[in-house]
């Protein structure tokens, strides 16, 4: 694996596990809801596959952020997922940091002349 697939994939990692803790902030959500919400409210500018928000649930819910509960929604099965508390106070941390990050690559990439 080369060195910008290996940070690539670590980055879109960590942004997508924000981004889906962003989203469950405001309440349950089963998988493609989660999908859709993503890209819409990034102007299709971030989305993830289906292929990788399963696995990315699951590691969330081992690490006790989310929860999920299950449901019939007609007569098939539906998983919601949904913020612990954990998961609440690590989302607050996480967006400290990111507009830290966001401050100070500012400052790098724009120097004095960052966009208003």
Known sequence: MSKTTY???????GLSKLMVL??????????YGIIKE???KSNQCCSI????IYPLLRDLEK???IVSHK???GGRDRVNYELTDAGRETLKEALRM????????????YDDDAPE
């Open 7 to 13: 940070w690539e994939k670590s980055f879109m990692l």
């Open 22 to 31: 962003s989203v469950l902030r405001n309440g349950p959500v089963h998988g």
């Open 38 to 40: 993503i890209e819409t």
């Open 49 to 52: 596959t289906p292929g990788s």
């Open 63 to 65: 690490e006790e952020l």
């Open 71 to 73: 449901s019939k929604v």
């Open 98 to 109: 990111w507009e830290i990050f966001l401050d100070g690559t500012r400052n790098i990439f």
